[in-house]
C-alpha cells in the first residue's frame, strides 16, 4: 500500500565510506547516480545510540539526550543501558507524524534500537522479536551475529510496507559484519551484497518512494588499548571510566570504543586530570565537561567529568576486564565520524546534507511540515 508520498530511511550501522569504495554495489551506485550521494559526518561520540537519535530527531545530543549508548546516573551512581525511548528528550519524526494523522514503520536489526526509537511509531518490528507473520512470509529471522540477518531486516520492513499505508519508514541494521571484517575482505563483500540486494528489491517494489540512506558511524581498526583510570591512579587521583560504547551486544566490539567518559571522586582535580590525560600516548582529546557540552554539543547531565576521545588506533578500557581481541575494529572516536548520505527520488533541492541528522532535518522541514 505504500507508494509515492512514503519516505524511507536506512541507517546502515558501521557504513564506513571504505566499504562503498571496496565492494560492488550497484543498486547503491545507481541511486546516487539518479539521486545524490556524499560524504558527510556523524555526531560524536561516533556510537549508535547517539546517531540513530540525532537523525531520529533532527537534532544534536544537547536537545535530544541522548549523549551515549551506557552512562553513570550521577544521583544514584547507577550505569544504565541507554535503550529506552523514555530517555530521549525531544520530539521523534514518529511523533511529528501522529500529529499530521500519518503512520509510520520502524524495523531493526537489534532489539535494542527498537525500544530506543519507538516512540511515537504505528508499528515496530525487530529481527530478535520477529512477528509470527512476518517470520511466515520471510522466513525465520538469522542471528543477530551473522552476515544475513541485515537482509531479513531490510526485506521484512519491504514485506511490512506493504501491509499497511507508512508514511515515515525508518530501517536500522546491525554492524556485527563492519566490527568483523574490513572493507577489503570477502566476507564483507558478500555482506554488502545482501544489503544491496535488499535495497534494490525495496525499490523494485516501491519505486515511487523517497530514500535516503546514511549510516551512524564508520569504523577503524583498533590495536592499542589504554586504561584511563589506571593512569590517573598513577597520580593519585581517582577515576572511575566508564564505556559509553557499552551495550549488550559485546561479540561487535568487547565495549571497547574510542571515547571514554570520566568521573572523579574530586572534581577539583579535574585540571590536574585533564593534563595527564592528554599526555598519555593514545589520547588525542580531553574535554572538560562543559567544554564536550558546548563543542560536542552533548547534554551536560548526561556525561563524565571529563571526555576523552583516542586516536584512530587506540580504545579504552580495563585489562582487568577484557583483552583487546586481535584484528578487532571499532569505533566512537572522531576518526569514524565520516558517513556516506544518499538521497533519492526526492526534492532535496537547496537542502544542504553534512550530517546524518540532516536527514531527519529535511524530514521535518521538508516532508512533515
Known amino acids: 500500500m505504500t507508494g509515492k508520498a512514503t519516505t524511507v530511511v536506512i541507517c546502515i550501522d558501521g557504513f564506513d565510506p571504505e566499504y562503498l569504495e571496496a565492494c560492488s554495489v550497484p543498486n547503491l ?5 539518479k539521486g545524490f550521494l556524499t560524504v558527510g559526518k556523524s555526531m560524536m561520540p561516533s556510537v549508535t545510540n547517539v546517531n540513530n537519535v540525532s537523525i531520529l530527531t533532527a537534532n544534536y ?4 539526550g541522548i549523549s551515549s549508548n551506557y552512562r553513570l546516573v550521577r544521583e544514584t551512581g547507577e550505569e544504565i543501558y541507554m535503550e529506552s525511548s523514555e530517555y530521549i528528550l525531544a520530539e521523534t519524526m514518529f511523533e511529528k507524524a501522529n500529529t499530521k494523522g500519518i503512520d509510520s514503520l520502524l524495523v531493526t ?4 534500537l527498537r525500544t530506543l526509537l519507538s516512540r511515537g511509531a504505528t508499528v515496530t518490528v525487530s529481527s530478535e522479536r520477529a512477528p509470527d507473520d512476518v517470520v511466515r512470509v520471510i522466513g525465520e529471522p538469522p542471528p543477530i551475529y551473522s552476515l544475513e540477518v541485515n537482509g531479513w531486516m531490510i526485506r521484512a520492513g519491504t514485506y511490512l510496507m506493504g501491509q499497511m499505508d507508512a508514511g515515515i519508514v525508518y530501517l536500522t541494521t546491525t554492524d556485527y559484519a563492519m566490527h568483523t571484517y ?3 575482505m570477502p566476507e564483507s563483500q558478500q555482506h554488502m551484497k545482501i544489503l544491496d540486494d535488499a535495497i534494490g528489491d525495496l525499490l523494485t517494489a516501491f519505486p515511487d518512494v523517497t530514500l535516503m540512506i546514511s549510516a551512524d558511524h564508520g569504523m577503524s581498526s583498533k590495536s592499542k588499548m589504554v586504561d584511563l583510570s589506571a593512569e590517573l591512579a598513577k597520580y593519585k587521583i581517582e577515576g572511575l571510566s566508564v564505556p559509553i560504547i557499552k551495550d549488550k551486544y559485546v561479540v561487535h566490539h568487547s565495549n571497547l570504543g ?3 567518559f570520566v568521573y572523579l571522586s574530586d572534581v577539583t582535580k579535574s585540571d590536574e586530570a585533564k593534563k595527564i590525560l592528554e599526555a598519555t600516548p593514545g589520547v588525542e582529546t580531553v574535554y572538560m565537561r562543559d567544554e564536550a557540552s558546548r563543542d560536542l554539543r552533548l547534554y551536560y547531565d548526561r556525561i563524565g567529568d571529563l571526555v576523552v576521545t583516542g586516536d584512530r588506533q587506540t580504545v579504552f578500557g580495563d585489562p582487568n576486564e577484557v583483552e583487546l581481541p586481535s584484528g578487532l575494529r571499532s569505533h566512537a572516536s572522531a576518526h569514524e565520524q565520516d558517513i556516506p548520505i544518499f538521497g533519492y527520488n526526492g526534492d532535496f533541492s537547496n537542502f544542504q546534507f553534512s550530517e546524518n541528522r540532516d536527514i531527519g532535518r529535511f524530514i521535518f522541514e521538508r516532508i512533515l511540515a
Do not use: L, N
Open 29 to 33: 551506485r545507481e541511486i546516487a547516480r
Open 182 to 184: 574490513a572493507p577489503d
Open 258 to 260: 574510542g571515547c571514554m
Open 61 to 64: 545530543p544537547e536537545t535530544h
Open 109 to 112: 536489526s537489534k532489539d535494542k
